[in-house]
């Protein structure tokens, strides 16, 4: 039987691995994260967070220059990181890049009582798209409001956007708990209460209704609410396996403001020697045919134990 998690026993997270796996990540060293780039993975590293978040933004560009009245295409973003989005909008006014045939889906939105918040909200994700990035683009240039796409409830429209267009690139970052979007671990409960569901079944969920594990409410208190814990949603819709299975490419960027150097380490590790587990969502990329990660050296820090 698998461990118990050391921080939320009655839920699925990376803390129930192997002891072994989980020490062999902490053991890496900067030099050892590049060596991980495999076929099908890359590691990638930047110097500068100026040249970190402009190759993210340029990613925007990439994609969007493919797209085509026969063949329109688009970029799939996060919320977390959003330093690339207002050099994104300034990249496309400077090119003068038009976005009639491109489009934008956003990766997830909170939930309330089984509705995703209007972009009113303070936290709202399609609302900082907006004030960060899309706001920011001429006029002349935007793409139409109908290839803006955010996941809502029910999320119909949203899957079938991604065959109206294609992703050439999921961007991302990584949370704490080791996802990509909301896509967390679940619930040590049910068919479940022995064992995560198995890669093949996890990679089955499409855009959904999630529950978040306490890792990652915890830290987007931390990283948008000043701490206030009781202000975050326990709940959100998000874009899933199904349709990150659809995108070309899926770009993860690691800041080291998101995740520990630790959790950036074990994902690298378990992509590389293909080690699928639905404890740790991340990994499941591992069966992703084109997945890069791109770290600022200077947040790959160490897993020594330091006091402070």
Request: aromatic letters at 10%; one cysteine or more.
């Given at each position: 039987?698998?461990?118990?998690?050391?921080?939320?026993?009655?839920?699925?997270?990376?803390?129930?691995?192997?002891?072994?796996?989980?020490?062999?990540?902490?053991?890496?060293?900067?030099?050892?994260?590049?060596?991980?780039?495999?076929?099908?993975?890359?590691?990638?590293?930047?110097?500068?967070?100026?040249?970190?978040?402009?190759?993210?933004?340029?990613?925007?560009v990439v994609a969007w220059r493919q797209?085509?009245?026969?063949?329109?295409?688009?970029?799939?973003?996060?919320?977390?990181?959003?330093?690339?989005?207002?050099?994104?909008?300034?990249?496309?006014?400077?090119?003068?890049?038009?976005?009639?045939?491109?489009?934008?889906?956003?990766?997830?939105?909170?939930?309330?009582?089984?509705?995703?918040?209007?972009?009113?909200?303070?936290?709202?994700?399609?609302?900082?798209?907006?004030?960060?990035?899309?706001?920011?683009?001429?006029?002349?240039?935007?793409?139409?409001?109908?290839?803006?796409?955010?996941?809502?409830?029910?999320?119909?429209?949203?899957?079938?956007?991604?065959?109206?267009?294609?992703?050439?690139?999921?961007?991302?970052?990584?949370?704490?708990?080791?996802?990509?979007?909301?896509?967390?671990?679940?619930?040590?409960?049910?068919?479940?209460?022995?064992?995560?569901?198995?890669?093949?079944?996890?990679?089955?969920?499409?855009?959904?209704?999630?529950?978040?594990?306490?890792?990652?409410?915890?830290?987007?208190?931390?990283?948008?609410?000043?701490?206030?814990?009781?202000?975050?949603?326990?709940?959100?819709?998000?874009?899933?396996?199904?349709?990150?299975?659809?995108?070309?490419?899926?770009?993860?960027?690691?800041?080291?403001?998101?995740?520990?150097?630790?959790?950036?380490?074990?994902?690298?590790?378990?992509?590389?020697?293909?080690?699928?587990?639905?404890?740790?969502?991340?990994?499941?990329?591992?069966?992703?045919?084109?997945?890069?990660?791109?770290?600022?050296?200077?947040?790959?820090?160490?897993?020594?134990?330091?006091?402070?």
């Amino acid at each position: 039987m698998r461990p118990i998690s050391k921080v939320a026993p009655d839920w699925w997270d990376y803390t129930t691995l192997d002891t072994e796996l989980l020490d062999d990540a902490a053991r890496l060293s900067a030099d050892d994260l590049l060596g991980l780039s495999r076929p099908g993975f890359t590691v990638k590293f930047y110097d500068t967070l100026e040249d970190f978040y402009l190759a993210e933004a340029l990613e925007y560009v990439v994609a969007w220059r493919q797209a085509t009245p026969e063949r329109p295409a688009g970029i799939c973003g996060p919320i977390g990181p959003t330093e690339q989005l207002p050099l994104v909008a300034r990249l496309v006014n400077e090119l003068n890049l038009d976005l009639r045939h491109a489009h934008f889906w956003g990766m997830d939105e909170w939930v309330v009582d089984g509705t995703a918040v209007a972009e009113d909200h303070p936290l709202s994700f399609a609302r900082a798209d907006r004030e960060l990035c899309f706001d920011r683009i001429r006029p002349e240039l935007r793409m139409p409001a109908e290839n803006l796409h955010f996941p809502s409830l029910p999320p119909d429209d949203y899957v079938r956007s991604y065959d109206r267009a294609r992703c050439v690139i999921m961007q991302g970052g990584q949370g704490e708990v080791k996802h990509w979007a909301f896509n967390d671990p679940l619930r040590r409960t049910g068919k479940h209460q022995d064992a995560p569901p198995s890669p093949e079944e996890y990679r089955k969920l499409g855009t959904r209704l999630v529950e978040l594990h306490p890792m990652t409410i915890i830290q987007n208190a931390r990283t948008s609410g000043g701490g206030v814990v009781t202000g975050v949603p326990t709940h959100a819709v998000t874009v899933g396996p199904w349709e990150t299975w659809k995108a070309e490419k899926v770009s993860i960027w690691h800041a080291g403001s998101h995740d520990n150097p630790f959790g950036q380490r074990l994902t690298a590790l378990m992509i590389s020697k293909r080690l699928p587990d639905s404890a740790v969502p991340m990994s499941l990329l591992a069966d992703h045919p084109n997945v890069q990660f791109n770290y600022y050296r200077a947040g790959v820090g160490t897993c020594e134990a330091e006091m402070h």
